[in-house]
């Protein structure tokens, strides 16, 4: 297993692009099983993420390739609708699946998802949606079983705004007869990108991104070209690695106003930030102030994929901070990682209460998830002495090469 080497303290200076984003990427991936035709994505990192529903999406009888980072797929012959658990089990995402295969096929047997050990993360929501709307679910063994029959419902009324049951139910409703409306939806840009893929290969999708998503079916989606949106969760660690680092960062290919509340809490900690249509210059200030608290909330509030990082900044910032963790119930499991390398962080089940230190030193850590791995890797950039960080593959499954465009800042950092 790989694992990155990191000599600390070199001051980040310079250019970074970020790539499309994989959770945009992701469900557009599965919907892209309801489309007959070639859909031409553009531009597509190898998040092992992305790997992994590839593989998916070949098993079930897509055509699949690639020219250089440009990805066709072709779905016009998908006959399977069976996804094993060996398929299932390296991404949460597999569970995208479940909609638009019954759309497609009418009938599912799709095996539990797996993805980052950050909680228990039920599917509830997504299984009583696409039931209301009319499809026959069963579980058994470790698989879910869905028939789509007559329509039920009209109305579905998330009881909390969960992404994937967003995206799920929506991708269902697109080819399902008649009119669907989507109360209390998830509003993530991942969403609207999601809504805008499909409205291109023909559906008809209003509200996106708003309190109501209301879905005419379609009978059938058509091929298209599409440039996914860019990754707001990679522009947002390297914002705070910038800042951390008492950088001075310019990141392009970037949506600033989906970062506003990350961007407002850097400058109170004394970051200067400067936005402009698709461009962020960050300057970073020697010493950061603490930014008091978070709590992580859906979108637009403070996202959860990022608390990590900002729990790693705050570890370096003069002052107290509070950090509160709404959404995953196991979302600190890297901070006994972290302990490793010097901060002062006292947890308890959904709170976090960071004394910030003049100084973190090197240690042996490894990468629990994605995100805590990516904050790991933070910590490694500022602390005094050499840092090796093992579960590089956990990174990975959300981070393009992540260690190169770090070392084209000026990092130190290595694979071995
Ligand atoms: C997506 C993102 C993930 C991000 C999360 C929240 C992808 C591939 N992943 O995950 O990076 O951290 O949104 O922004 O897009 N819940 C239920 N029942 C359900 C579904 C969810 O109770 O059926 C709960 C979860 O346990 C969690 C909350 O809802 O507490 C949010 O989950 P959800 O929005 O569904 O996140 P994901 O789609 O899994």
Known sequence: MDKFFINGQNRLVGEVKMD????????IL???IMVEGEVLLK?????????AMIEILKNLGAKIIWQGKNLFIDSTNIHKCEISHELASPVRSSIFTLGPILARIGKAKVAYPGGCNIGLRPIDLHLQGLRDLGCKINEKNGYIYGQKEKRIKHDISLKFPSVGATENIMMFATLFD?????YNPAKEPEIVDLAKFLNKCGAKIKGAGSDLIVINGVKKLHGVNYKVIYDRIECGTFLIAGAMNGGELVLKNCDFTHNLVLIEKLRSCGCKIYCEKGKINIIAPKKLKSFGEIE???????????????VTLATISKGRSLIFENLFESRFNYVAELLKMGCDIKFKSSVCVVNGKDNLYGADVSATDLRGGASLVLAGLVAEGYTTISNVN????????FDKKLKKLGADIKRI
Not at 178 to 182: A, L, M, Q
Not at 296 to 310: A, C, H, N
């Open 43 to 51: 531009n597509v990192p190898l998040y092992k993420d992305v790997l």
């Open 296 to 310: 992580t909330e859906v979108y637009p509030g403070f996202p959860t994929d990022l608390q990590s990082q900002m």
């Open 178 to 182: 008649g009119e669907t409306r989507i």
């Open 394 to 401: 956990l990174i990975e499954r959300g981070y393009f090469d």
């Open 20 to 27: 499309c984003a994989k959770n945009a990427l992701l469900p």
């Open 30 to 32: 599965a919907g892209s």
